[in-house]
């Protein structure tokens, strides 16, 4: 059981933490704060959390729980303001997408209160931001990727796990490098992707017509191009080094099907198609509970 879990951001995702925590009853008090006074009232008004604090400092006090749902750019600052009021038994969680950069600014910003910290990413999310979407399910059945480091507690590293755990998640364990190598492919690339091909189309005089023509496979492929665009560039510049190593590799693979179209080689289009969809086929989203799914 929590205590008093101290919110920090209080949007989709913070929110949706909040939330699912209370539906689970673990825990008794929610004290959340907010950049916008506005986005911290709403919640309040909603019922994500129960006390509206003045400063990320307010919230963590008195807090056994602090996690940061905030953009990844501003967790050094966050951390250094609330170092003061930190105690022993302290856990703090963070949300990011990227993980590197994070686990070096609780570094520089905890210092020796850097075992406190539990770097962790759930994997879930909409395209929709802000608390009015916040959902108490949205963690449910998800994974969610915990990147502790050598100098974080175990202790906090098992409250953590136990909490995720206790909400439905799949938990899994990785290194910072490790998370953002991965993501970079399988998340930020794509949704790079998405973002070019929109930027790609509206550049063009009949964007207009084009769009209206679209259909059910161009809606889900741009899907996550509606993304929040603040948080987005953030996750992209944050973990920019592997996602230059993945444009790369997706301009040599697009350089194949360029090659191949210019010279007008069915058999090349052909195979390098029929490899993505045999790959594809094959690929399962992971469900530790209730095994894979398309």
């Not at 059945?141 to 909490?163: F, K, Y």
């Not at 899994?172 to 189309?201: C, K, Q, T, W």
């Not at 790369?248 to 010279?263: I, N, P, T, V, Y």
């Amino acid at each position: 059981m929590i205590d008093q879990l101290g919110l920090i951001g209080c949007g989709l995702m913070g929110g949706s933490l909040a939330l699912a925590l209370k539906r689970a009853g673990l825990v008794r008090k929610v004290v959340g704060y907010s950049l916008s006074p506005s986005s911290s009232q709403r919640a309040q008004e909603l019922g994500v959390i129960d006390v509206t604090a003045p400063s990320a400092l307010m919230a963590a006090a008195g807090s056994d729980v602090v996690v940061l749902a905030i953009p990844v750019n501003a967790t050094e600052t966050t951390l250094k303001a609330i170092r003061p009021v930190l105690e022993p038994h302290t856990l703090i969680m963070d949300m990011g997408s990227t993980k590197r950069d994070v686990v070096d600014a609780a570094r520089r910003a905890l210092r020796e209160q850097v075992s406190h910290f539990v770097p962790a990413h759930p994997i879930a999310g909409r395209e929709l931001a802000g608390v009015d979407h916040a959902d108490a399910h949205l963690y449910t059945d998800r994974q969610v990727i915990l990147t502790p480091i050598d100098r974080t507690g175990a202790m906090q590293t098992e409250r953590a796990h136990a909490i995720w755990t206790a909400l439905g998640c799949h938990v899994r364990r990785m290194s910072p490098e490790a998370h953002d190598a991965a993501y970079a492919a399988v998340s930020h690339l794509p949704h790079l992707l998405a973002f070019a091909a929109i930027n790609a189309i509206q550049q063009q005089p009949e964007s207009a017509e084009f769009l209206e023509l679209a259909g059910p496979g161009f809606r889900d492929f741009t899907r996550i191009a509606a993304s929040d665009p603040a948080i987005w560039r953030d996750i992209l510049l944050s973990n920019r080094e592997e996602l230059l190593q993945q444009i790369r590799h997706f301009e040599q693979a697009l350089g194949a099907f360029s090659s191949a179209l210019a010279d007008g080689r069915s058999d090349t289009i052909a195979e390098l198609v029929s490899q993505a969809s045999r790959s594809r086929r094959q690929w399962r989203m992971h469900n530790p509970k209730t095994g894979a799914t398309p």
